[in-house]
Every structure is written in structure tokens, then in C-alpha cells.
């Protein structure tokens, strides 16, 4: 019986006091990061300006072409497939780029033919993925076909 009554007789929840308002929490700025990620600087940009919204006007010329981030950096999809992406200066490699999807072959072709301009991007290389540098001197009739070639190869209608 003596359990009943121990169980019975908790203390009440203390009260804030009516005219104490409650403490505001600071607001965070950007979420806390720990761990090996705690002390990460993004390389600076090597942007070259006005390209990023030359490449956005043509891919925004694709039908249900949208942009949305991915790891860090613009990419753009065609039914929620991604066919290109920008890369600034991704883990300090020094390239500004613009990396499409390419057609088998396509690849190799355009790195064997002018590799000052284009490259096999890591992690997607194998894939046939091919990064064209956008701080060189390459035609954008060039940067369109590549884009347009990529679109279309995820299956996007136009």
C-alpha cells in the first residue's frame, strides 16, 4: 500500500511565471556541423560572370526542363533524370564547367579532339558523362548541341 501512495503524491510540474516571458532560442544561421565536415571551406568560385544564366536560358528552351540543386551545385533534369550540371571549382580541381550526359562514343570523341577544352569528369566518367570547360574558348552553338544532345538522351520530348 505504501507503493499507491508514493506513486500518488509526485510533484507538480513547476509553472513559468506569468509575467517572466519565455526565453528565445538565437536563430541559427547555418546548421551546426560536426565531425570530419566541422572545419570543410568551399574553394572559392572561378565562376566566369554571365555564364551560369547563359546556360540556365538554354536549358529553360527544353520543355519541363527544371534546375535544382544536387551535391552542392546547379543541375538540371528532364523528368527528374539529371543531364547536366555545373561544377565550380569542385573539391579545389580548378575548373569552372558545365558536365552533360553524352551518347556512348561521344565521350571519348570530344576528349581525344580538344582535351584543353573537355575532360571525363570523376565519379561519372564511366558513365559517359563529359565535362566541358567553361573558362576556355568554346563555342556555345557547341555548349547548345551538347546540351540539347544531353536532354534528349534521358528521354526528354522537344
Not at 503524491?9 to 565531425?35: I, L
Not at 534546375?67 to 533524370?81: I, L, N
Amino acid at each position: 500500500m505504501a507503493n499507491a501512495t508514493a506513486k500518488a503524491r509526485k510533484p507538480a510540474a513547476k509553472k513559468p511565471a506569468a509575467n517572466k516571458p519565455a526565453a528565445k532560442k538565437p536563430a541559427k544561421t547555418q546548421p551546426a556541423v560536426s565531425g570530419r565536415w566541422a572545419s570543410y571551406v568551399r574553394p572559392p568560385s572561378l565562376a566566369v560572370p554571365g555564364v551560369y544564366e547563359k546556360i540556365q536560358a538554354l536549358c529553360a528552351t527544353f520543355p519541363d526542363a527544371t534546375e535544382r540543386p544536387s551535391h552542392g551545385a546547379p543541375t538540371f533534369y528532364a523528368r527528374a533524370k539529371p543531364f547536366a550540371k555545373i561544377s565550380d571549382n569542385h573539391h579545389a580541381d580548378g575548373r569552372f564547367a558545365l558536365i552533360v550526359l553524352a551518347a556512348p562514343g561521344v565521350q571519348r570523341m570530344l576528349v581525344d579532339s580538344d582535351p584543353d577544352s573537355y575532360y571525363e569528369p570523376p565519379y561519372v566518367r564511366h558513365l559517359g558523362w563529359v565535362g566541358v570547360r567553361l573558362d576556355r574558348k568554346v563555342k556555345w552553338t557547341s555548349i547548345a548541341s551538347l546540351l540539347e544532345a544531353a536532354f534528349r538522351e534521358v528521354g526528354g520530348a522537344g
